[in-house]
C-alpha cells in the first residue's frame, strides 16, 4: 500500500543551521507530494507541494523537489530560525483517490 | 472565514461514555475527514466524507461513527469511549481537483482523553 518514511525526530539544531528532513514515499502511479507544519497546539498547515516529477516547492524558505527516481521529497532550509520549531509531516495524495497519508512527523527544535 | 473550526477544545471523558466531537468549515469544500493523531504515528484517517450524504471508512474506524449533517458539517461519535481512544482529533475539509491541484485545510484539534 501507500506509505510514507520520515527520519525519526526529534531533530535539534542552533539557530542559523541548514535543515534536511528526509522522506521517502511508497506509491502506486504519480503521487503528489506534501510537506505540512504543525506549530504547539495548532492544526497542521500546508508548507508546501509538489504534483509531478522534478517539481520544486518552495515556501518561507523551505523547499523539496520531487524525486522519483529516488521516490523523495526532502525538506530543506538554509537558515533556520527559532519560530521553525515545529512538527513537520510529510504526505502524499495519489491521484485517483481524494485522500492524504501521512508519515509519523518529525519534531524540529531549534536553539538560540 | 473562519476556515475550519472543531469544539470541543479539550474533553475529558470516563470509560463507556459517548460524546460528540463537532467540526464545521465555511469554505464550501465537498470532502471531509476525521483523523487522529498519536504519538509517533503521525495522522490517521478514522472517517471521511467525499461528498454530502456519503461517508467510507479510513485506516482506523472501529469505536467511531461519522454523521455528514450537511456540506459546512461533519461530525464524530464515540458510542463508548475507551482508554485508546485517547488522542488528539483533527478535522479538515478538501476540494477535490483532478490535475492535482489539492490541499486539505485543517482545524484546531480536540484533546481527548479517556479516564
Known amino acids: 500500500g501507500d506509505s510514507v518514511t520520515q527520519m525519526e525526530g526529534p531533530v535539534t539544531l542552533s539557530e542559523e543551521a541548514f535543515l534536511t528532513i528526509n522522506c521517502t514515499y511508497t506509491?502506486?502511479?504519480?503521487?503528489?507530494l506534501f510537506w505540512y507544519v504543525q506549530y504547539p497546539g495548532e492544526g497542521l498547515q500546508l508548507l508546501l507541494k509538489?504534483?509531478?516529477?522534478?517539481d520544486k516547492g518552495s515556501n518561507k524558505g523551505f523547499e523539496a523537489t520531487y524525486r522519483k527516481e529516488t521516490t523523495s521529497f526532502h525538506l530543506e532550509k538554509g537558515s533556520v530560525q527559532v519560530s521553525d520549531s515545529a512538527v513537520y509531516f510529510c504526505?502524499?495524495?495519489?491521484?485517483?483517490?481524494?485522500?492524504?497519508?501521512f508519515g509519523a512527523g518529525t519534531i524540529l527544535r531549534v536553539k538560540s | 472565514n473562519a476556515g475550519v473550526t472543531q469544539t470541543p477544545k479539550f474533553q475529558v471523558l470516563k470509560t463507556g461514555q459517548s460524546m460528540t466531537l463537532q467540526c464545521a468549515q465555511d469554505?464550501?469544500?465537498?470532502?471531509m475527514y476525521w483523523y487522529r493523531q498519536d504519538p509517533g504515528m503521525g495522522l490517521r484517517l478514522i472517517y471521511y466524507?467525499?461528498?454530502?450524504?456519503?461517508?467510507d471508512k479510513g485506516e482506523v474506524p472501529n469505536g467511531y461513527n461519522v454523521s455528514r449533517l450537511n456540506k459546512r458539517e461533519f461530525s464524530l461519535r464515540l458510542e463508548s469511549a475507551a482508554p485508546s481512544q485517547t488522542s488528539v482529533y483533527f478535522c479538515?475539509?478538501?476540494?477535490?481537483?483532478?490535475?492535482?491541484?489539492?490541499?486539505?485545510?485543517f482545524g484546531p484539534g480536540t484533546r481527548l482523553t479517556v479516564t
Open positions: 479538515a475539509s478538501s476540494e477535490y481537483s483532478p490535475t492535482g491541484s489539492y490541499e486539505q485545510y
Open positions: 506509491a502506486t502511479g504519480y503521487p503528489s
Open positions: 509538489a504534483t509531478k516529477a522534478d
Open positions: 504526505a502524499l495524495k495519489v491521484r485517483v483517490r481524494n485522500k492524504l497519508v
Open positions: 469554505m464550501n469544500h465537498n470532502s
Open positions: 466524507s467525499a461528498s454530502e450524504g456519503t461517508t
